[in-house]
C-alpha cells in the first residue's frame, strides 16, 4: 500500500491543478529532497507522489534516475524494472 506524502499536514495536490504559490512549490521540492537525503522517503511515498501525479513527482523521479546511474538502485521502485524515468544525456545534449 502507498504512503501518503504531506505537505503542511495536508496531501500534497495534484501536479496540474493545485493551489501552491511559488514559495510553496520551492518548499515542497527542497522538503522531498531533505526527506530522501535523510532517507525520511520511503519507496512508498515515492510510488504515491508518482502514480498518483502528484506535486513533485518530476523530483522523485529525478532522486530515482540519479540513484540508478550511480549504481546504488539497480531497479526503479516505481516500475520494478531496470528502465530510468528520463533518458540519459549523451554528450551532445550536456549544452
Not at 522531498?32 to 506535486?55: C, Q
Not at 518530476?58 to 539497480?74: A, F, N, W
Not at 516500475?79 to 533518458?87: C, L, V
Amino acid at each position: 500500500m502507498e504512503e501518503i506524502y504531506y505537505y503542511n499536514e495536508q496531501p500534497l495536490q495534484l501536479s496540474y491543478s493545485n493551489t501552491y504559490t511559488l514559495a510553496d512549490k520551492l518548499a515542497i521540492i527542497k522538503q522531498i529532497e531533505d526527506d530522501f537525503e535523510s532517507g525520511m522517503l520511503s519507496p512508498e511515498n515515492m510510488r504515491f507522489i508518482v502514480k498518483n501525479a502528484r506535486y513533485g513527482s518530476y523530483t522523485v523521479q529525478r532522486l530515482i534516475d540519479k540513484l540508478m546511474l550511480s549504481g546504488k538502485l539497480k531497479t526503479n521502485p516505481i516500475t520494478m524494472d531496470t528502465r530510468t524515468n528520463f533518458k540519459k544525456k549523451t554528450a551532445f545534449e550536456m549544452f
